[in-house]
């Protein structure tokens, strides 16, 4: 089952990383859909870096080229035959040169430690290879807001660090915004700065990270960090 989305104002500061949370059907997907058009409000107005998001296709795709929207399955973004095809193709749309193309397709490759893969289909790259692939396929695109949608599931943490290490390089090198959705409390209480919570199509807490995360309401709905973070060392002792 899932919510629409009701009654929600929320900001997000520039070059930040902020963390959308919530449980399965609270609107978490449906919110990150509308940030990037591809749903459409019934009401309200969503702006992108002071511009109105609207259904007029120069200004979408004016709003499009800022913003690159990581999926939670990378096989949906994936379709070129080979890895330097897929993520050169962003930046063909842009219509830049030629030689701009192959700088930022090398770039990017180099950025998400893909380069020698760049000849290879993306069928045989492993799960964690494959976000990194579509993760280059937007950064050739120079966005200024990242979204990813559950961007470490389905990861193991040699996985999970890789990947934060890399998006953290490129959001203090490219003083990129980061808006991330996620289940994993640890994740979120180590890399958010502030989050939004939630719950059937409603906000219950939009705040800095640490206080959302000992609120009670937000404890009572997604658990607690100190649980999860408890798990996680007893896994490591084992």
């Given at each position: 089952?899932?919510f629409?989305?009701?009654?929600?104002?929320?900001n997000?500061?520039?070059?930040?990383?902020f963390?959308?949370?919530?449980?399965?059907g609270?609107g978490?997907?449906t919110l990150?859909?509308?940030?990037?058009?591809?749903?459409?409000q019934d009401?309200?107005?969503?702006?992108?870096?002071?511009?109105?998001?609207?259904?007029?296709?120069?200004?979408?795709?004016?709003?499009?080229?800022?913003?690159?929207?990581l999926?939670?399955?990378?096989?949906?973004?994936?379709?070129a035959?080979t890895?330097?095809?897929?993520?050169?193709?962003?930046a063909?749309?842009?219509?830049?040169?030629?030689?701009?193309?192959?700088?930022?397709?090398?770039?990017?490759?180099?950025?998400?430690?893909l380069?020698?893969?760049?000849?290879?289909?993306?069928?045989?790259?492993?799960?964690?290879?494959?976000k990194?692939?579509?993760?280059?396929?937007?950064?050739?695109?120079?966005?200024?807001?990242?979204?990813?949608?559950?961007?470490?599931?389905n990861?193991d943490?040699?996985?999970?660090?890789?990947h934060l290490?890399?998006?953290?390089?490129?959001?203090?090198?490219?003083?990129?915004?980061?808006l991330?959705?996620?289940?994993?409390?640890?994740?979120?209480?180590?890399?958010?700065?502030?989050?939004?919570?939630?719950?059937?199509?409603?906000a219950i807490?939009?705040?800095?990270?640490?206080?959302?995360?000992?609120?009670?309401?937000?404890?009572?709905?997604i658990?607690?960090?100190?649980?999860?973070?408890?798990?996680?060392?007893?896994?490591?002792?084992?």
């Amino acid at each position: 089952m899932s919510f629409s989305i009701k009654n929600l104002s929320f900001n997000i500061e520039s070059n930040s990383i902020f963390a959308l949370v919530g449980n399965n059907g609270s609107g978490k997907t449906t919110l990150l859909r509308l940030l990037v058009g591809l749903l459409k409000q019934d009401s309200g107005v969503i702006k992108i870096f002071g511009d109105e998001l609207t259904r007029n296709k120069k200004e979408l795709w004016k709003i499009r080229k800022q913003v690159g929207f990581l999926f939670q399955n990378p096989d949906d973004q994936l379709f070129a035959p080979t890895i330097q095809e897929d993520v050169s193709f962003g930046a063909r749309n842009l219509k830049i040169d030629e030689d701009e193309v192959n700088r930022r397709v090398e770039w990017a490759l180099n950025a998400v430690e893909l380069s020698e893969y760049k000849n290879q289909s993306p069928l045989n790259l492993s799960w964690g290879q494959k976000k990194r692939a579509t993760l280059a396929g937007l950064l050739v695109m120079k966005p200024k807001l990242l979204i990813l949608d559950e961007p470490f599931a389905n990861l193991d943490f040699k996985s999970i660090y890789n990947h934060l290490k890399i998006i953290e390089k490129l959001r203090k090198e490219e003083k990129m915004t980061i808006l991330f959705t996620s289940h994993n409390l640890f994740f979120v209480q180590n890399w958010a700065e502030d989050i939004l919570v939630l719950d059937k199509g409603k906000a219950i807490f939009n705040g800095n990270c640490i206080e959302g995360l000992d609120n009670l309401k937000v404890k009572e709905l997604i658990g607690s960090y100190d649980e999860i973070h408890k798990l996680i060392i007893n896994n490591k002792s084992k």
